[in-house]
């Protein structure tokens, strides 16, 4: 056989060979038969052997899987549906040709906004936040299963940024309430809501509580107090339950702090106690109840706090509305609370939330510091309306005693003429108004008081004038504190505390 043949048979044995190479690794990858890879394309060695992984680690796991389970079928997404008005632009404003063309009229747009919301009752009814309902024209739901419902609003409460909505259900999964005034920092938790998307609906992320007691003051909304998490929130979660991990509503989550607009580890629920009192009352009432004491009030200056050895926390009242709870139970402008129901304030924004703790009627005890002296009063709570609200110069030659006291406090100060009076919408005269400060003074800087500031009271006396004033300091022993009260320009009283400079 010659060589021309002998290739060509090779060839014709090669080629069959591999044809049936290639149906053997087709039937394999395609067929039911399972495929056996060359031990070279995955030779990973990560596994590690179920003997040898720690079984609490494993039961951790578990439970982050139970609770998915089990509270998933109680959230749900809500798709709210609302009709805005928008005003359109001429194209000709600011030509020539403006007169000419009549400018079109406002134009309805539709727009539709995402949230989260969770079960709480099994016959239909679902907590969400204020801000995912607010202004809605139309509801949707989708529950767990992918199921579409119509919804409608059953009470809102912008103060709490809660609200209550409902399906027509019944034998629906519900959430279990948990205690959160149990909660603590570092302990585990569990985020449920539709992040970013309609797409992503019953998303679970885990984190930790990283503190309790986040208070803020929301003006005449009154005083808020948030769960702060590093469970990963993002818009879209807003109105979702934040869990336990035993399954147990702790919070509703409702606000994240961010630079960018996503999530960057900083998120707020609210708790689940503030939940369950402002639901019910929605539920049973249509409208929530609050509690109400009748003062304004600001935070204790840094001197003052440290020369008279008060909390950290210590509130100045700044005003008493007449005939409120708090003017009924003896509290005046002036005075300085230090502890509520007992306990030293840590946080000035602690009062508000005490009272906001509360329902009408309640009786609280208020300790406060008048003048030294420490005294509890007993508030009987009232009942807030609507309009309650609870929170929270003239160019004149200075006179010689002023001179010396911004050298030795670092403030200058005169009598406050007939014309000042007038200029500031004083009633009177009495009182001694502060003209300058001297910012590199620290003691003066951490004190609060500034340039029209009006001093009123010195160590416990009245200073209607710069004399009076004078002579009171001057009694003062060298190197002690002493408190001073004032008025802001706003006629809000201001108390604060400096120390006369040792001799």
């Known amino acids: 056989m010659d060589a021309k043949k002998i290739i060509t048979a090779a060839a014709i044995v090669a080629a069959f060979v591999a044809g049936v190479l290639f149906v053997t690794a087709g039937a394999n990858i395609f067929g039911s038969e399972r495929a056996v890879l060359p031990a070279s394309w995955a030779d990973g060695s990560t596994a590690i052997d179920d003997s040898d992984v720690n079984t609490q680690a494993m039961a951790f796991q578990e439970t982050f899987t139970k609770v998915s389970e089990s509270v998933n079928p109680a959230v749900v997404q809500i798709q709210a549906r609302r009709t805005q008005e928008r005003q359109m632009r001429s194209p000709f404003e600011g030509t020539p040709f403006e007169d000419f063309f009549q400018q079109p009229g406002p134009r309805q747009f539709e727009s539709q906004a995402l949230g989260s919301g969770v079960i709480a ?3 239909g009814y679902i907590i969400t936040n204020n801000h995912v309902v607010e202004d809605a024209t139309e509801l949707s739901v989708k529950m767990f299963d992918g199921e579409m419902m119509e ?11 809660l609200a209550v909505i409902k ?4 034998e629906l999964p519900s959430i279990s309430f948990g205690n959160s005034d149990e909660v603590k920092a570092g302990q585990w938790v569990l985020a449920f809501g539709s992040p970013l998307s309609d797409q992503l609906s019953n998303s679970v992320t885990a984190g930790i509580v990283s503190a309790t007691g986040r208070l803020r003051s929301m003006g005449q909304m009154g005083v808020t107090n948030f769960i702060q998490t590093d469970a990963a929130i993002n818009p879209g979660n807003s109105g979702g339950p934040l869990v336990d991990i035993q399954g147990r509503l702790v919070g509703i989550n409702t606000a994240i702090v961010s630079r960018s607009g996503g999530y960057q580890g900083i998120g707020f629920a609210i708790p689940a106690n503030t939940v369950q009192r402002v639901t019910r009352q929605l539920i049973e009432d249509g409208a929530v109840e609050r509690a109400y004491l009748g003062v304004r009030y600001r935070p204790a200056p840094e001197t003052l706090i440290e020369n008279e050895g008060l909390p950290r926390g210590a509130a100045i009242i700044a005003s008493v509305e007449s005939g409120s709870p708090a003017d009924e139970a003896g509290l005046q402008e002036g005075d300085i609370v230090v502890a509520i129901a007992g306990e030293d304030l840590q946080e000035f924004l602690q009062l508000g939330n005490a009272v906001a703790q509360r329902t009408p009627s309640d009786e609280i005890t208020v300790t406060v510091d008048r003048n030294g002296e420490r005294r509890e009063l007993s508030v009987t709570l009232g009942t807030l309306n609507d ?3 609870e929170t929270e110069s003239s160019e004149s030659e200075e006179t010689p005693s002023s001179e010396s006291m911004m050298e030795q406090l670092g403030l200058s100060m005169r009598n406050i003429t007939p014309e000042i009076a007038e200029q500031l919408g004083l009633e009177d005269t009495d009182g001694v108004i502060i003209t300058e400060v001297d910012r590199r003074n620290r003691m003066i ?4 008081l500034r340039a029209r500031h ?6 416990g006396q009245p200073t209607p004038d710069v004399d009076t004033f004078q002579s009171v300091y001057a009694d003062i022993e060298a190197g002690s504190p002493f408190r001073v009260v004032a008025r802001t320009p706003e006629g809000m009283a201001f108390v604060t505390s400096l120390r006369k400079p040792a001799e």
């Open 121 to 123: 009752r099994s016959n």
């Open 387 to 389: 309009d309650d609200g």
């Open 454 to 459: 009006i001093i009123v009271r010195v160590n």
């Open 167 to 170: 399906v027509d259900g019944d």
């Open 151 to 161: 919804a409608e609003v059953v009470g809102t409460d912008a103060r709490s940024d």
């Open 445 to 448: 800087r951490e004190s609060g």
